[in-house]
C-alpha cells in the first residue's frame, strides 16, 4: 500500500502526500529564497503546500518592499491574510460597526435633522408664529417688537451651536470615508497579490503535468526499447 505522508526536505515535518510539491516544479526566484535558508534542498528535493505559500508569501513581500518602499500597516494586514488564507472583512470595521459615543449620536441626529426639509418648514412656521404674534396680536408692543431683536439673539445663538456639531458630524464622516478607501485599497492590493498568486499556481500545475508528461514518455520510450530489442533477438 502506498504511504499517505511523505517527510518534507525543508521542515523535517510529515504532511499528506496530496501536498507534495517537488523542487523541479518550484519558480527560480522562489526555490534560490528555499535555498538561502535551506541549502540542502536540491532538484530532487520535495517540501509541502504550507511551507511553499509562506516562500511565495516572502517573495511577495520582497516584490512590495520593491514597489512601495517600507511596509505599512495595511500592507502587512494583506500579506498576513494571505499567509494564513484569511478574509479581510473580519479586520477592517467600517465606523458603522464602531460604537458611537453619546456626543457622536447626538451629532449625528442634529446634522440629520438639521439638514432636512422638516426643520426648514419647521423654523419657517416658528418664525412665521413669533412675527405674527408680536405684530398681529400683541400690536407690536409685545415681549418682542419689531425690529425682533430677541429673535435675532435667539437665531443667532442657534446658529452658533449648531455650525460646529454639523460639523462634528462631517469630520466623522471624512473618518469614515478614510476608512473606507483603506479598506478599498486593501481589498484591491490583495486581488492584486492574489492574482500574482494565482498565475504562480497555474505556472507550478502546468510544469507539474509537464514533468509528469516527460516521465511518462520516458517510460514510453524504454518500453519501445524493450520491444524492438525483443524483436531484434527473434
Known sequence: ????????????????VSERVSARTIRHSILDLIQQ??????HDSVLAVSELNEYRSLVVEDFLKKEIGEL?????????SITLNQTLTDKI?????????????????????????TFILSFCGFLVIWITVNVAWLLNKGFDPYPFILLNLILSCLAALQAPVIMM??????????????????VNLKSELEIRTLHEKVDHFIMD?????MELQKVQIDMLKDILEQQNKN
Open 1 to 16: 500500500m502506498a504511504a499517505k505522508f511523505f517527510k518534507s526536505d525543508v521542515s523535517g515535518k510529515e504532511f499528506p
Open 209 to 213: 503535468q509537464q514533468q509528469e508528461l
Open 72 to 80: 505599512s500597516e495595511l500592507e502587512k494586514t494583506v500579506l498576513n
Open 37 to 42: 535558508d535551506h541549502p540542502q534542498f536540491l
Open 169 to 186: 458630524s462631517q469630520n466623522r464622516q471624512e473618518e469614515k470615508d478614510r476608512d473606507r478607501a483603506k479598506k478599498d485599497y486593501m
Open 93 to 117: 470595521d467600517l465606523d458603522e460597526e464602531k460604537k458611537l459615543t453619546f456626543g457622536q449620536k447626538i451629532a449625528d441626529r442634529v446634522a440629520s435633522f438639521g439638514g432636512s426639509w
